[in-house]
């Protein structure tokens, strides 16, 4: 049976025997690093214990030590920060049903009380602390959107972000700082006086800028691209220099990459600028300053695989890590260095083993193990396929690359393929732990592919631009050559191909569905997107602009003709192959009622549609007994359509 919340249709019997081999997956279980306490060697990690719904806050105290609960929600809480002075308090994030409307709590890491710190009816987000002079209460910047079902008629013409600064022991005493205008503002880096904050306003993918905003007056400058720069490229707010006398960012102005920088606040830029990272020729994706050591530790996207680097601060010169460092083989991410020491802690996650917590002190090379995943009983891990990065040519000549992940030896022949497409579309698929696709692999015999098209990152700024607007449809033409370098591949069946994906990757199992009718045999998708108007119109206000840059303004009759042209709802009549589609009902992003047209559509044509709706879930589903069911569902559905 379907959990209580989830709404089935057109699914035909699961099988319980399925579910229990099903589980074994999805319980295998990870850990995230969420932040240090400022004075302790400890930690808050983040990690959804067997058997549990939802992913809470832990405490730990000790490399391998018990963890301890601070949260217990029925919704996800996955981001929290220690108050930075003494770590009297933490400060956590949680929405409600996966509508993403944001509240910030404050919790007693002791008693595990929590109060809740923002006005309810607005989208919160954690920005960060203000360094606090000795004696003083420590305080806490936030920004804050509203959101349309506070809106006259449901829905908003135009959208300014709040920059709010609260004591979180005292609410009720919160200042508005400053309101600024659109909804991408992000990133908020505060200067080491506590006078000002680094912010990154963001455009699209390709075009940001950084402003800093003053604390006391509210007025806002424009630091990069400086005036008089006629220049559109991406920067990233990335944090101070301990002096306070340099801005560390991350633009891709420079090349095709994003590069860390370093932005001296005596200098005007583009003067001021020293590129710190030129010679690695990928995206830089994550960074911190080890205090007191002159050094930043950074991670390097390299072909979908994230690496840890050590910089020189200053210089920019790379520094090997220590030779004593002996880190789990894997892609490393969410780097956090303690404030008081520098040691440095990451998550590392490979294709044989979900994400665990480590860290290495940056002078001696010293690596401690602080989890390790939660593996079933039974589970072999070890027997999981080592990923292959592979290349093909597409209908312009363009390289395109994927990743593979092959079924062990003893399935024989050309086996059959699960295409998953990433969201975004400016997102990436990588090397790393693939959770409940391990059962397709390694249960089923079906190969699981994720094809990274044009428009993914992590590829340089040309690549990422070249399904924008009017160019959509070519990324669904990169995954039609895919299909056919399959043939080319001795244990790929490119007769046997089902697309399947979430968000932007939901959309492209619907366009799949649409002009690739007669190269697979499914598709599925997960809160996809099938009508682009219908999309733009309803998408939350505080996204509508960034949205309409990556795919075109729907107010433009020209565009609007277009996107309707190509859109998968408006083009059912070529839809053959069966179709899944889930989706969460407050989903925020994709609103509900793009799958609900698409399935209503096809129903009424008599066409094979399987349709799952949960209404306690938003854009994917985060709850362990939905994602199970659902994913019960696309195995059921595979076995109909590439099994049989």
């Known amino acids: 049976m379907p959990p209580a919340a989830m709404r089935v249709e057109g ?14 997956y999805s319980q295998v279980l990870g850990h995230g690093v969420v932040d240090w306490h400022p004075q302790r060697r400890e930690m808050l990690v983040a990690h959804r214990l067997p058997g549990s719904s939802t992913t809470q806050i832990f405490r730990l105290r000790s490399p391998m030590a018990a963890l301890e609960p601070l949260t217990d929600s029925a919704d996800p809480v996955s981001s929290a920060r220690w108050e930075p002075a003494q770590g009297r308090h933490i400060v956590f994030t949680r929405g409600t049903g996966g ?14 009380s929590t109060t809740q710190i923002t006005p309810s009816g607005q989208r919160h987000a954690f920005g960060a602390w203000v360094p606090a002079a000795p004696g003083q209460a420590s305080q806490l910047l936030y920004t804050s959107v509203p959101i349309d079902r506070t809106a006259q008629g449901g829905s908003r013409t135009s959208i300014s972000t709040s920059l709010t600064l609260v004591d979180p022991m005292n609410p009720a005493g919160a200042r508005q700082v400053a ?29 940001s800028e950084v402003w800093l905003v003053d604390l006391a007056s509210g007025q806002r400058r424009q630091m990069l691209p400086a005036a008089g720069e006629s220049l559109t490229a991406s920067h990233f707010a990335a944090g101070w ?6 801005l560390f960012v991350v633009s891709d102005r420079a090349s095709e990459f994003r590069e860390l920088m370093r932005l001296d606040m005596t200098t005007p830029a583009p003067a001021g600028l020293k590129r710190l990272t030129a010679p690695i020729p990928w995206d830089i994706e994550d960074g911190n300053l080890a205090p007191g050591s002159g050094l930043l530790a950074l991670t390097a996207n390299v072909d979908g695989r994230d690496e840890l680097r050590l910089l020189d601060a200053r210089t920019g010169a790379e520094k090997p890590l220590p030779a004593a460092a002996r880190l789990p083989v894997g892609s490393v991410g969410s780097l956090r260095t303690h404030p008081a020491t520098g040691e440095l802690a990451m998550v590392i996650s490979g294709a044989k083993a979900p994400a665990q917590v480590v860290t ?74 693939k959770g409940r696709l391990n059962y397709l692999t390694q249960e089923m015999g079906i190969a699981v592919f994720e094809p990274n098209v044009r428009g993914s990152s992590g590829y340089g700024k040309t690549f990422l631009n070249l399904d924008n607007g009017r160019l959509r449809e070519d990324s669904v033409k990169d995954m039609g050559t895919a299909i056919d370098w399959m043939a080319t591949h001795p244990r790929l069946d490119n007769r ?12 492209m199992a619907l366009a799949a569905s649409v002009r690739l ?59 053959s192959k069966p179709l899944l589609v889930a989706q969460g009902k407050n989903d925020p992003r994709v609103p509900w009622t793009e799958s609900e047209q698409i399935v209503r559509k096809l129903q009424a044509k008599n066409r094979p549609v399987w349709y799952l709706l949960a209404d306690n879930e938003g854009h994917g589903f985060a709850r362990r007994e939905n994602a199970d069911f659902y994913f019960a569902t696309l195995v059921r559905f595979l076995q109909d359509t590439v099994l049989k």
């Open 11 to 24: 699914v035909p019997a699961l099988s319980l025997a399925v579910l229990g081999p099903i589980q074994r």
């Open 99 to 112: 509508d993403e409307v944001f509240q910030l709590f404050r919790l007693d890491p002791e008693s595990r």
């Open 179 to 207: 309101e600024l205008p659109g909804g991408g503002w992000f990133g908020v880096e505060v200067s080491p006086d506590g006078r000002q904050a680094a912010m990154t306003r963001y455009v699209s993918a390709t075009n």
């Open 241 to 246: 220099s301990p002096d306070g006398q340099a």
């Open 360 to 433: 290495m002190d940056p002078k001696t090379g010293t690596v401690d193990t602080w989890t390790r995943p939660v593996t079933p009983a039974g589970l072999d891990l070890s027997n999981l396929p080592d990923p292959e990065i592979v290349r093909w040519k597409s209908f312009d000549g363009r390289t395109i690359s994927g990743i593979l992940y092959l079924p062990p030896a003893k399935f024989t022949g050309r086996r059959p393929v699960y295409m998953s497409v990433h969201g975004g579309p400016e997102a990436q698929s990588k090397l790393g732990w």
């Open 496 to 507: 046997r191909v089902v697309v399947g994906g979430g968000s932007y990757g939901g959309y």
């Open 517 to 575: 009718a007669d190269r697979i045999a499914g598709a599925a998708s997960t809160v996809g997107i099938s009508n682009f108007v219908t999309f733009l119109e309803r998408t939350e206000s505080y996204r509508r602009d960034l949205r309409r840059v990556e795919y075109g303004d729907e107010r433009d009759p020209a565009m609007r003709s277009f996107l309707e042209s190509i859109s998968p709802l408006n083009l059912t009549d070529q839809i």
